[in-house]
């Protein structure tokens, strides 16, 4: 321990913490109208109060500070994201989707969405490598698998770094429909966000590497936001792996942009189209020099 950090360690000592204070109002007797009133809580305490739209940025300030603390903690020094389709099946059960379809509308999309579940198996794959390479920098572990913590697709991801016998993390998120994280995800590594903005701040915020596959909303907006953020010069350049050329091509015309003027030509290098886990993981090594 340094000098400085001896003598702040003492300066915080003269004061209670925050769970004395805590356990000192427990043992107050609450029986009068003062000591019953919400007001009287202390303000950590009181949820309706941090829920209160004035305590946004609190709120902000909580989502960044948690998951971050509780990484360095844990000696994650750097991540590998992987940003993908909460549709997408695994193989195992692209069959049964199809047949599960309950109209020629439903069945038309099952089977394209069972078309792509190869991607579940290249993401379980890429995972797998990443976490074999066992890979740590002073101390801290580095290319950490990072996923959104659902299913398909960031499943796939978690599943393979759990195949080598690695932590991996996720990123949940509160939403009406879904999502619970999946069984792979490392428990003390598994995060749930209400912030969309936080949570997507918190996978760059360690990212040496991305892989983008297929998706839709959600995997587009996390994907042209990383673009942007390195196209400005907010974010140093990392590898962008992107997955899937046939599907990103008819949903994306990425020439098309660089054609009308509104992008550079240039910046259409800022990914590399991969179809494999071992042609990503080869563009990472090669990228960092790790061979």
Known sequence: MTEDKKARELTRGKFY????????????????????DPSYKLAFRDTDFLLRPELRPVRFQLELLKTEMLLDEAAIGSTLVVYGSARIPSPEAAAAAVAAATSPERRAVAERLAAKAKYYDVARELGRLASEAAIVEKDMRQFVICSGGGPSIMEAANRGAVDAGAETIGLNIVLPHEQAPNAYVTPHLSFQFHYFALRKMHFLLRARAVAVFPGGFGTLDEFMELLTLIQTGKMKPIPILLFGKEFWTKVLNFEALADEGVINHADLDLFRWVETADEAWSHVKAFYKLD
């Open 17 to 36: 913490h925050a769970e004395a204070a805590a356990k000192f109002a427990d043992e107050q007797p609450q029986t009068t109208p003062q000591t019953q």
